[in-house]
């Protein structure tokens, strides 16, 4: 009697353990939340640009951000395609266009008459009595934002400096301290397009 009823109570067990692998799985399952997450979007946020390489120091200040246009856009994005052709990595396209959203909101200017300072032109409001170019090149997306990764390049250090010192020393600005503001909505611009 001892050995049938042990058989009994494992044939059970056994068919209980045998329940439990099959349905253990789906219903353990049928729990779990739906990720409704696309699969590209997930590696779309992988290929971002890591977020220390773009504000290594943190951001300065107060920041700003305006609501951008498609043209505003289409120049943040000529600005990243410049300096990628320039072989310079993300950090300049955050200087550069942090500088651009001072200097012009990301608006490629022509002359503004009276409201004009002096005779700047263009995305980063560069003067061609100071050696920038020629008005036409100066409204060049492409040709502005060589000519001042240009100047970036020249300044010691730039990659390891606040925005706004790196901004100011190319520019050289009335208002040094301005360009600050803009560095969380540069490098989000840069995150967003720079693999795009």
Do not use: C
Request: aromatic share 6%.
């Amino acid at each position: 009697m001892n050995t049938i009823f042990r058989k009994s109570v494992l044939g059970i067990a056994g068919l209980a353990f045998t329940g439990g692998v099959f349905a253990g799985p789906i219903a353990a399952h049928a729990a779990d939340p739906v990720h409704t997450t696309p699969v590209a979007a997930a590696v779309a946020q992988a290929d971002k640009p890591d977020t220390g390489k773009l504000i290594p120091h943190g951001v300065q200040g107060a920041q700003s951000k305006i609501n951008l246009n498609d043209e505003q856009t289409a120049n943040a994005k000529a600005i990243i395609a410049a300096t990628k052709k320039a072989g310079m990595p993300e950090r300049a396209a955050v200087i550069s266009i942090g500088t651009s959203l001072q200097e012009s909101k990301l608006e490629n200017l022509g002359h503004l008459g009276d409201a004009n300072d002096h005779d700047s032109l263009g995305l980063f409001q560069q003067r061609p009595t100071s050696g920038w170019g020629s008005p036409e090149q100066i409204t060049d997306p492409e040709y502005s934002t060589t000519a001042f990764l240009k100047g970036l390049k020249q300044v010691d250090g730039w990659q390891d400096m606040p925005l706004t010192k790196a901004a100011q020393t190319v520019q050289v600005s009335a208002y040094p301290d301005a360009y600050a503001q803009w560095e969380q909505q540069a490098a989000d611009l840069v995150a967003q397009y720079w693999n795009n």
